[in-house]
């Protein structure tokens, strides 16, 4: 096995990732951005996430509301519940996340591919 040509296809390989430092980012390899991902609480008392896209120190970030309480009000257990499902959700939707910020990231390299440019 030749070691020189194994590292140049894994560096050729472009696959967004969780940056590990940061629980709730994900990194795209491709561009230099990226999504965050945050938990807020909206006015009305609901859970929420707010998907932060950065780049060169400026970003935006836009809330969602979710459909879960955050339980102002309700017993211990039943709060307890509601941010157990909020976290379980908020899982769930970093794991969409990054697939989809895979397929960006390939989709990227297959753009540039077509008009002659590599990496």
């Known amino acids: 096995m030749n070691i020189k040509e194994t590292l140049e296809k894994l560096n050729k390989y472009t696959e967004a990732t969780v940056d590990n430092r940061f629980f709730n980012v994900i990194d795209f390899d491709s561009i230099g951005c990226g999504i965050q991902v945050e938990t807020g609480t909206t006015e009305d008392g609901f859970f929420?996430?707010?998907?932060?896209?950065?780049?060169?120190?400026?970003?935006?970030?836009?809330?969602?509301?979710?459909?879960?309480?955050?339980?102002?009000?309700?017993?211990?257990?039943?709060?307890?519940?509601?941010?157990?499902?909020?976290?379980a959700k908020k899982e769930e939707v970093k794991k969409a996340l990054l697939q989809a910020a895979n397929e960006f990231d390939a989709k990227i390299v297959e753009v540039m591919k077509s008009f002659g440019f590599t990496r």
């Open 48 to 87: 929420s996430l707010y998907l932060e896209g950065y780049s060169a120190n400026s970003g935006k970030a836009n809330e969602f509301k979710s459909e879960l309480p955050v339980g102002y009000g309700l017993s211990m257990e039943e709060r307890k519940q509601a941010n157990e499902a909020f976290k």
